[in-house]
């Protein structure tokens, strides 16, 4: 079955619309029918009328205008019924692929081309989309229509019926010579469409560093390969449906006049009335009118497999977590928030490609109390990113287990894990929507009295009263009407209106002035309160505002304890910090 497999594999995800479908092909298969019928129907009268032969032409005239009518209802039916259909397919197969997103996201996607990710979510799924609400309307109306054309011709003329039948079958043999070609070409074109979009997202993204560092070159030399291989690739696709195409019609043609010719053979010979000769001939046409558009779409059929591969694969993609817990936020937190411990934790990476581990964890323990919290420091690589992504579940643990008040987080629905987690990160990605909408991210159902708290306990009053439009203002395109400290600070007015139980901050002041990193202590600290806090930070500052420093070294944690007490017994976490940074 090849890679038609994946076209029925991906089936189960519309099965909902089957009934939308299979109106679809009732649709349409009237509504070609219909102008087949109508040509039987004036073959018929014009043949009766040079015999002599036509009686009660108000009925024919009737039974003409009846035929158009409908023609006209079958024409709206059939756009209508099958864009609704469309879109429905559509809108469920997009639906899917961004779920499965949320679920790989973001641990999963480490490593992965998003510009190859966006091709698969909307240029493959497009395709599909067309495949299922329209493609495979085509196919079963050109088996459909042919098979009622062989019984009517079968009636007056067996052997007429057997002609048709065998070149039918000839056209379909000559067509499948080359559908291995077709799919060769069409897997190839949306793979470096894939790519091509890649490198297009990728400039985009790091536009600012091409300008900065005068890169546009060596920017434009790799997009314009990547265009080059894609345009290759598409020409060969196009090249070859364009020979099948042009080869179809060409062999459909000669058959379309050996058929005319063949009912007037039978005519003459006898087996039926020379009247109904281009009635018959009309009727044949229903054999290959259906098969000419089915093998036309056929060319097409290279990229809707291949593109059916390239969704299957995605939607099968092993996920790095698997949600089954079972407990809810509040069946871990007391009134009291309690603690958080990474007991003998392990951790290690694995490429996907050779399966070879990397080792980042490997022994790591330390427990943080409410109301407390804890700095990792370590030198870059040693593990402190990765400690901090096991705690929300990017990954799971190799060995040992991370539990909140006991419960080891695997026994918590994910959902429920990360509402109680807060994260104000080094990098704020802000949406291009207004301060509010970025705001209530955190809560979505949060009123203007939480908003406004939240935006006083970050100190972040002074920029909205600024603003134009206040937290109605729009920021931009990754927050860039903001400074970064504004940045922070509105992440931080995030993190108190979501009031989540533990917080993390990943070295959220290592850029910052110090007029911003002073307002954003003073917001900081604050938030700690009651709170379980974890924080990455190489400044000096933070690490002593922390109540307890836990050490990193090469993937173990080499000390835990107050900033003194690491300092004097740790030679390592001295040398890490530089003997100059405990210079007053």
């Keep these: 079955m090849g890679k038609m497999k994946y076209v029925f594999l991906l089936s189960k995800y519309i099965k909902n619309y089957r009934i939308n479908v299979i ?13 087949i019928c109508l040509g039987f129907e004036t073959a018929l009268i014009v043949s009766k009328a040079m015999s002599g032969t036509l009686t009660s032409p108000v009925m024919h005239f009737l039974i003409v205008l009846a035929m158009v009518i409908g023609m006209a209802v079958l024409n709206y039916l059939d756009i209508y019924v099958s864009h609704d259909a469309a879109y429905k397919i559509l809108t469920t197969l997009r639906g899917v692929s961004y779920e499965k997103i949320a679920r790989l996201a973001p641990a999963g996607l480490e490593g992965e081309k998003s510009g190859d990710i966006m091709s698969i979510v909307l240029e493959d799924v497009e395709i599909l989309e067309w495949f299922y609400a329209h493609s495979i309307i085509q196919v079963f109306v050109a088996i459909i229509l042919p098979v009622i054309s062989f019984i009517i011709v079968g009636c007056f003329s067996p052997e007429f019926s057997l002609i048709l039948i065998a070149f039918s079958i000839i056209i379909l043999l000559i067509s499948g010579r080359k559908n291995s070609k077709a799919d060769r070409y069409g897997s190839e074109t949306q793979s470096r469409l894939g790519e091509l979009n890649a490198v297009i997202i990728d400039g985009i993204q790091g536009l600012k560093e091409i300008i900065t560092f005068r890169g546009f070159r060596a920017y434009f030399k790799k997009m314009f390969r990547y265009n080059d291989d894609y345009n290759k690739a598409y020409f060969d696709y196009s090249r070859e449906a364009v020979e099948e195409v042009t080869n179809t019609n060409l062999i459909i043609g000669i058959s379309s006049v050996i058929s005319a010719v063949a009912g007037v053979y039978f005519a003459i010979k006898g087996e039926y009335s020379t009247e109904f000769v281009l009635p018959l001939i009309a009727v044949s046409s229903m054999v290959y009118s259906p098969l000419s558009e089915m093998l036309s779409m056929k060319s097409n059929y290279g990229r809707i497999f291949a593109a059916a591969g390239r ?19 509040k069946d871990v937190m007391s009134e009291n928030v309690g603690e958080l411990a990474f007991n003998n934790v392990g951790f290690a990476y694995k490429d996907r490609e050779t399966g070879a581990e990397n080792k980042v964890i490997k022994d790591v323990s330390f427990t943080v109390e409410e109301g ?8 870059s690589g040693s593990g402190k990113s990765t400690l901090i992504k096991l705690l929300q579940r990017f990954w799971d643990v190799d060995k040992g287990s991370i539990t909140i008040n006991e419960n080891d987080i695997k026994d918590i629905k994910i959902e429920e894990l990360r509402k109680m987690i807060s994260v104000i990160p080094q990098d704020v990605y802000l949406f291009n929507r207004s301060i509010e909408e970025n705001l209530k991210l955190a809560k979505e159902d949060a009123g203007d009295v939480e908003i406004k708290k939240a935006l006083q306990d970050a100190n972040v009053m002074d920029l909205i009263n600024r603003l134009p439009e206040g937290i109605k203002t729009v920021v931009g395109e990754r927050g860039a009407s903001l ?19 533990i917080l993390i901050m990943d070295e959220i002041t290592a850029s910052l002035d110090y007029e911003n990193e002073n307002k954003i202590n003073e917001s900081l600290n604050e938030l700690k309160k009651g709170r379980i806090t974890l924080m990455i930070a190489h400044r000096l500052s933070t690490i ?5 420093v836990a050490f990193i070294n090469d993937g173990v944690c080499e000390a835990f304890g107050t900033f003194d007490e690491v300092y004097e017994a740790n030679e390592n976490f001295r040398r890490v910090l530089g003997e100059d940074l405990m210079k007053p």
């Design 372 to 379: 407390k919290s804890v700095v990792l420091v370590g030198s």
């Design 23 to 35: 109106l679809c092909v009732i649709i349409h298969a009237l509504y070609k029918s219909l102008p």
């Design 483 to 501: 400074s970064g400290g504004e940045k922070q600070r509105i992440s931080i007015a995030r993190a108190f209106l979501k009031d989540s139980p």
């Design 544 to 548: 002593k505002s922390a109540d307890y």
């Design 311 to 329: 969704v299957f694969d995605f939607l099968n993609e092993e996920e790095p977590v698997i949600n089954n817990g079972r407990l809810n936020a």
